[in-house]
């Protein structure tokens, strides 16, 4: 279901009145065990937006985030150090505006892992790496997915606390495909708990619904990354097990490296 965009992107302006390194230092310095000392005036700059230039508001959020992520994200990144290299959930290209696109095939869920820890490492590191302000997109396709798998709801729910917090003003756009009627009692723990601009980022669309896959196609930055983006929900749209996982991934990780090699030769060495 297409819809308007709202809210402000990464690009937009910083609400003014604010010394964002003063309010990065006043939030690194409640907290002497140095656990936020990856509060940087980016991430500043970030949650002014999210607050809409509410001072007060950004800092106890931000402090928030150094709480969640010292307590919660950095146990789960260790516990996942080894297997995300090969996690279903993965960045698979970048699209418009140097986001990251991160997709998640609930087909390929495997035994043993909890897709909303995985989640958030794999968010949390495409986001890392793209820097305090950016932001990306997110692809849930729930074609194949395996309630069974996901009997504990708390590490989404965990996850969609965040999005007020750690992962505030990170997201461009989440797209839901093909979503499932099983997968509704899980959908109705998580989504009150969004933020009302998370929400409202939300796409619902569908394979058999053609014209709904714009609010996908519109995330590519030209006709080869909707050409692989095509032939990924083709491969796990017509799978019913993770037989084909590897495949997939082979296809995405091809195409990343493609795109980050071409990058590399565009943008000049420093002299």
Known sequence: MEKEEPGLRSE?????????????A??????????ASWINSGHVQRMLRATEGDEE?????LKESVVWKRDTLDGWLDSQAESLPTAETRVIAIGKESRPLVYSGCVNQRRGE???????CVWHKALEEAGPTAQLDYVLDAHGYQPLLNLNVMPYLNVAGSLNSYFAERFHRIVLLDMPTVMSVLMKA???????????KLFFVRRDQPESLSALH???????MKGMLQQLLK???EATSSEGREETH??????????RARHARIIPEPE
């Open 12 to 24: 937009d302006s910083t609400p003014s009145g604010s010394d964002l390194d003063a309010v990065a």
């Open 26 to 35: 006043e939030v690194v310095q409640d907290f002497p065990d140095g656990s």
């Open 57 to 61: 508001l950004a800092v106890k959020k």
């Open 114 to 120: 909890v897709a909303g820890i995985i989640l958030a």
């Open 190 to 200: 998580i989504i009150p708990i969004l933020p009302q601009k998370t929400k409202e």
């Open 218 to 224: 519109d995330l590519c930055e030209n006709q080869e």
């Open 235 to 237: 491969m796990n749209g």
């Open 250 to 259: 082979r296809l995405t990780s091809d195409f990343l490296a493609s795109q």
